[in-house]
């Protein structure tokens, strides 16, 4: 049983864990490391069925995340049915299509060219299930009066983050794809207007021959600065 109390008034709960050692804290992150860089953002899908409860998990993990004021300000919709993954494939590629053709600086077309991509979105049929996260602006309290809530930006990105290691860590794979502008979202799955698309993520296992970009990543040097 956890050791409760209330400080100010309020429940708090004992927060205990065993401390690591040096050498067991060294290996569990370097093992976490060797993992997660192995992960990498695939684009070709196998239509091969993921049982709906590795989705459950990682969604619940997904919901460990930290928010601002502890609000949880994010609803995540799975998608399977194949009709309205279609109708989602149709909208983000006529959205694509228009940014690809005129809405996107030749910059940006320029960078994207080593990843392959253009406005086409097949894998938005062909994975298993569609994840669209949706950020909650504010709620609804008691009579309808609308409640803010903070930092939904920064706790839907880190929700979002989770979701990916989660969708890893399962031995799936993912996109965190953004059609832009999102809104048929929110039209398509009728969500309510506190409610805006964030990420469309396709989760499933990767098509039988599947090719990603030949990316390095950073090295510590460049993206660290120890004071
Ligand atoms: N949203 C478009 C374009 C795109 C933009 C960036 I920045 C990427 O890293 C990848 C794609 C698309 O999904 O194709």
Known sequence: ????????GYPYVKYEKPVLSDAESIALSQ?????MDTRRSVREFSDQVVPREVIANIIKTASTAPSGAHKQPWTF???ENPEIKKQIRIAAEEEEYAS???????????????????????FLEIAPYLIVVFRRIYEFGPEGKKKNNYYVQESVGLASGFLLAAIHNAGLVSLTHTPSPMNFLTKLLERPENEKPFL?????????????PDLDRKKLAEIVKFY
Not at 102 to 122: C, V
Not at 200 to 212: N, R
């Open 200 to 212: 469309l993520i396709p989760v499933g296992y990767p098509a039988e021959e599947c090719w990603v």
């Open 77 to 79: 919709c799975v998608i």
């Open 1 to 8: 049983m956890l050791e409760t109390k209330l400080i100010d």
């Open 100 to 122: 690809y053709e005129s809405r996107m600086s030749d910059e940006w077309l320029d960078d994207l060219k080593p990843l392959g991509t253009d406005w086409k979105k097949p």
């Open 31 to 35: 093992s976490f490391y060797e993992k």
